[in-house]
T-cell receptor, first 113, second 114 residues
Framework: GDSVTQMEGPVTLSEEAFLTINCTYT??????LFWYVQYPGEGLQLLLKATKADDKGSNKGFEATYRKETTSFHLEKGSVQVSDSAVYFCALSDRGSGSRLTFGEGTQLTVNP | NAGVTQTPKFQVLKTGQSMTLQCAQDMNHEYMSWYRQDPGMGLRLIHYSVGAGITDQGEVPNGYNVSRSTTEDFPLRLLSAAPSQTSVYFCASSSGTGGRETQYFGPGTRLLVL
């Protein structure tokens, strides 16, 4: 079945550092890929998404490119801020499964001033 | 526009008790779902619905019941709570079932079963 694997966390960075969170996936069809973010005490909210190969999703300085050849969707940001501290989830939705999301384990990011 | 709302925010149950977690959305979304979040496991799908009167099981449905009598509401029922159901529960909705749509999550219900 479908699965998503994220890099192990937690990740601790200093403000203005470069961020990469790795995400790889396994899917039988042609999935859409998502990054959701969960700020402390809140529900998840969409950060960015890509719905086909080579698409790049971007939002709030974060970027991720849908790489079908490496089955990856790594999240990057050039300069993190303290306000980016949160848990980041990579997820996929396979077209054959409707809107059901399969999530990775989540990566806790802490940014120190 | 409140989005997705969930009640209660926090609940403590004793083993064997029953309860209903409420979820409502005001965006006229046809798709709604319930997830549970456990440490180190991400979110796992419990049940979902593609429209009023239509529900189906997700990855971890045992011990939970759902129904969808209206487009707006999608309650989750625990029939006989067990300690293994201690978790944070999230309700989500989206405008379609094509797999590309953004899902909107509620703030969550934290459940502790003693």
């Amino acid at each position: 079945g479908d699965s998503v694997t994220q890099m192990e966390g937690p990740v601790t960075l200093s403000e203005e550092a470069f961020l990469t969170i790795n995400c790889t996936y396994t899917a039988t069809g042609y999935p859409s890929l998502f990054w959701y973010v969960q700020y402390p005490g809140e529900g998840l909210q969409l950060l960015l998404k890509a719905t086909k190969a080579d698409d790049k999703g971007s939002n709030k300085g974060f970027e991720a490119t849908y790489r079908k050849e490496t089955t990856s969707f790594h999240l990057e940001k050039g300069s993190v801020q303290v306000s980016d501290s949160a848990v980041y989830f990579c997820a996929l939705s396979d077209r054959g499964s409707g809107s059901r999301l399969t999530f990775g384990e989540g990566t806790q990011l802490t940014v120190n001033p | 526009n409140a989005g997705v709302t969930q009640t209660p925010k926090f609940q403590v149950l004793k083993t064997g008790q029953s309860m209903t977690l409420q979820c409502a959305q005001d965006m006229n979304h046809e798709y709604m779902s319930w997830y549970r979040q456990d440490p180190g496991m991400g979110l796992r799908l419990i049940h979902y619905s593609v429209g009023a009167g239509i529900t189906d099981q997700g990855e971890v449905p045992n011990g939970y019941n759902v129904s969808r009598s209206t487009t707006e509401d999608f309650p989750l029922r625990l029939l006989s709570a067990a300690p293994s159901q201690t978790s944070v529960y999230f309700c989500a909705s989206s405008s379609g079932t094509g797999g590309r749509e953004t899902q909107y999550f509620g703030p969550g219900t934290r459940l502790l079963v003693l």
